[in-house]
T-cell receptor
Framework: KAGVTQTPRYLIKTRGQQVTLSCSPISGHRSVSWYQQTPGQGLQFLFEYFSETQRNKGNFPGRFSGRQFSNSRSEMNVSTLELGDSALYLC????????????FGPGTRLLVL | GQNIDQPTEMTATEGAIVQINCTYQTSGFNGLFWYQQHAGEAPTFLSYNVLDGLEEKGRFSSFLSRSKGYSYLLLKELQMKDSASYLCAALFSGGYNKLIFGAGTRLAVHP
């Protein structure tokens, strides 16, 4: 079965712009988690969606938002980009077994100039 | 808070054994994960412990002590391809699929 896909894989933006990243989970998975990974902070939880509802949220400013569609695909949006938003954004597809059946996508590497 | 602590870097020799430790705060703890991440790639699942004890999976084993808030990942018969970052992550009650990650331990295996 197909794995987790994320698009785009690489992205370059400038400060002040906004960006939308997409994640398609494994077929049958209804939950998607988003993480930000930077060299200084490591992997940090952004939010989690289950059946189109945000179920959990990390400690990120309101510039970071997300949503999930009826087909379980999820998007995250970052508005008014800052240099510090440069990071690898990882999407994880969560099966019925919870976090122990969490599979990460390849990530989107965002560079903000 | 829910801090997860692990060493920043470790080095080891090919063929040797290395143990990577991880400590976490026990309040609300629900399970401990280990992931491997090669440079430029996504993390891949290695192990999950929820009960005390040792879980062995080939060359890799993971141990958990819930009362001590302590886990370790044991890598045996090290190979050069084991050079990677190893991420310790914990699940806490009410967190659903929200994993709290440590900063990762960068392991360098040399000949």
């Amino acid at each position: 079965k197909a794995g987790v896909t994320q698009t785009p894989r690489y992205l370059i933006k400038t400060r002040g712009q906004q960006v939308t990243l997409s994640c398609s989970p494994i077929s049958g998975h209804r939950s998607v988690s988003w993480y930000q990974q930077t060299p200084g902070q490591g992997l940090q939880f952004l939010f989690e969606y289950f059946s189109e509802t945000q179920r959990n949220k990390g400690n990120f400013p309101g510039r970071f938002s997300g949503r999930q569609f009826s087909n379980s695909r999820s998007e995250m949006n970052v508005s008014t980009l800052e240099l510090g938003d440069s990071a690898l954004y990882l999407c994880a597809s969560n099966g019925r077994g919870g976090a122990q059946t969490q599979y990460f996508g390849p990530g989107t590497r965002l560079l903000v100039l | 808070g829910q801090n997860i602590d692990q060493p920043t870097e470790m080095t080891a020799t090919e063929g040797a054994i290395v143990q990577i430790n991880c400590t976490y705060q026990t309040s609300g703890f629900n399970g401990l994960f280990w992931y491997q991440q090669h440079a430029g790639e996504a993390p891949t699942f290695l192990s999950y412990n929820v009960l005390d004890g040792l879980e062995e999976k080939g060359r890799f084993s993971s141990f958990l002590s819930r009362s001590k808030g302590y886990s370790y990942l044991l890598l045996k018969e090290l190979q050069m391809k084991d050079s990677a970052s190893y991420l310790c992550a914990a699940l806490f009650s009410g967190g659903y699929n929200k994993l709290i990650f440590g900063a990762g331990t960068r392991l360098a295996v040399h000949p």
